[in-house]
């Protein structure tokens, strides 16, 4: 057995066993179930968020929640079981029971070391319920927040390392007991079961708060991104047309969530970004590059429905039109050969639309894509202006080439 893939062989590896067959379909689950499970794994994408790590965390594929890393190019994997109990915990006899075509609770944790052996660095059962087991430490096991196989007495180990040898014989293969000693832990989660929205919330504004720690306004949207964030999980939990990922690509888009993606989705929130006053600060240069009223007026209506929008994770269209314009932005900001908003906004609608043509008419809308345009160039400009300087003033030259941008500081 390998202990650690070849660097060169990572994408071939990790990410070919990731895009193989999923573990079985259950069918549906209780609300209630889906609901902590989606609950969780947002906690602990923020909880990832929080450290310095490329994580991505792939939603209801493998398992529930699987954190692989780096993102681009990944060398180890965690896989999390979330099962809820109304029990006063768990005990050998539910951990040996029978769950699913794939075997026992504790077999199907054990199938995750086989089937991505040299990769896998954690497989945890995380529950609201604590575990019930006989420890060699003689500490009860059902006081503690975590339990490490390691730990577990040598009777119950041994009857679990049974249980798991026959559940990994039916794909044909082995387990030694030392690897199931490495890498499983049962996990006792501070998420409640009852109040999940408040907790989450909290975690939301924490995240929130340590994003844009340097910001002097410290009154976020923590509501609006509570919703956005979980809509996005939820939207990969439940994406089961299973037969559309055929490549990594896919299984990025579909049914994973990356640190990249989560920087950019907490952007929105930024408490200096508000879309009113980015278009106030933006406005006088329109009026300068000969927008009449009307024009700024309907430009200005454009942006605030783009500004909602992008904010819906369900709606792949503008998710779409934004990549296109993002694209375009990036490519405007490099090149610097534009020399007016007018100018700007005219090549970015030119060099979008043909891109978005197989789209619905709304999507393609000239004064949307004019606000597009000027919404992601701004950004791209703020940020800039952020890494050079955490105050909280907006770009102070607005989108101007960025050869006439005033000297950087220092960060």
């Known amino acids: 057995?390998?202990?650690?893939?070849?660097?060169?062989?990572?994408?071939t590896g990790l990410l070919q066993r990731l895009l193989g067959p999923p573990r079985e379909i259950d069918g549906s689950r209780a609300t209630n179930r889906l609901s902590f499970q989606v609950h969780w794994g947002l906690w602990k994408t923020l909880t990832l968020h929080q450290t310095p790590r490329d994580y991505a965390v792939l939603f209801d594929f493998h398992d529930d929640i699987v954190v692989f890393e780096p993102a681009d190019a990944p060398q180890r994997a965690e896989f999390y079981q979330v099962k809820t109990r109304t029990d006063p915990h768990w005990t050998l006899g539910t951990l040996l029971e029978a769950d699913g075509p794939s075997g026992s609770v504790f077999g199907k944790l054990c199938l995750h070391i086989v089937k991505f052996r040299g990769y896998v660095h954690l497989v945890a059962l995380v529950s609201n319920k604590t575990f019930g087991l006989k420890l060699t430490t003689g500490v009860p096991s059902d006081h503690l927040n975590e339990v490490s196989f390691a730990d577990i007495d040598t009777e119950t180990f041994d009857k679990l390392m049974d249980r798991a040898h026959k559940d990994?014989?039916?794909?044909?293969?082995?387990i030694e007991p030392q690897e199931a000693k490495d890498v499983v832990r049962f996990i006792v989660t501070a998420?409640?079961?009852e109040d999940q929205e408040t907790f989450l919330l909290g975690e939301v504004n924490k995240c929130?708060?340590?994003?844009?720690?340097?910001?002097?306004?410290?009154?976020?949207?923590?509501?609006?991104?509570y919703r956005h964030l979980c809509l996005e999980v939820e939207r990969r939990t439940k994406f089961e047309y299973l037969h559309n990922i055929k490549n990594a690509e896919d299984l990025f888009r579909f049914k994973t969530l990356t640190r990249r993606e989560l920087t950019d989705t907490l952007k929105e929130y930024d408490p200096r970004m508000d879309p009113e006053q980015a278009f106030q600060h933006l406005e006088?240069?329109?009026?300068?590059?000969g927008y009449s009223d009307r024009k700024r007026s309907s430009i200005r209506t454009a942006w605030r429905t783009y500004a909602a929008r992008v904010r819906d994770p369900h709606d792949a269209s503008i998710r779409a039109v934004r990549e296109e314009v993002q694209r375009f932005a990036k490519s405007a900001k490099r090149d610097e050969s534009w020399d007016s908003y007018r100018d700007l906004i005219e090549r970015g609608v030119r060099d979008v639309l043909p891109e978005i043509e197989h789209l619905p008419l709304k999507?393609?809308?000239?004064?949307?894509?004019a606000a597009a345009?000027?919404?992601e160039f701004y950004r791209l400009e703020y940020d800039e202006t952020d890494r050079a300087d955490t105050h909280d003033a907006a770009p102070e030259s607005g989108l101007q080439p960025s050869n006439s941008q005033p000297e950087e500081k220092a960060p």
């Open 284 to 289: 006088p240069t329109l009026a300068q590059n």
């Open 373 to 375: 345009v000027l919404m």
């Open 208 to 225: 929130l708060a340590k994003t844009f720690s340097h910001c002097r306004d410290q009154r976020f949207n923590s509501v609006g991104a």
């Open 191 to 193: 998420l409640p079961l």
């Open 1 to 11: 057995m390998s202990d650690k893939p070849d660097n060169d062989q990572t994408l």
């Open 363 to 369: 999507y393609r809308d000239l004064d949307l894509l």
């Open 168 to 174: 990994v014989a039916s794909i044909g293969e082995t």
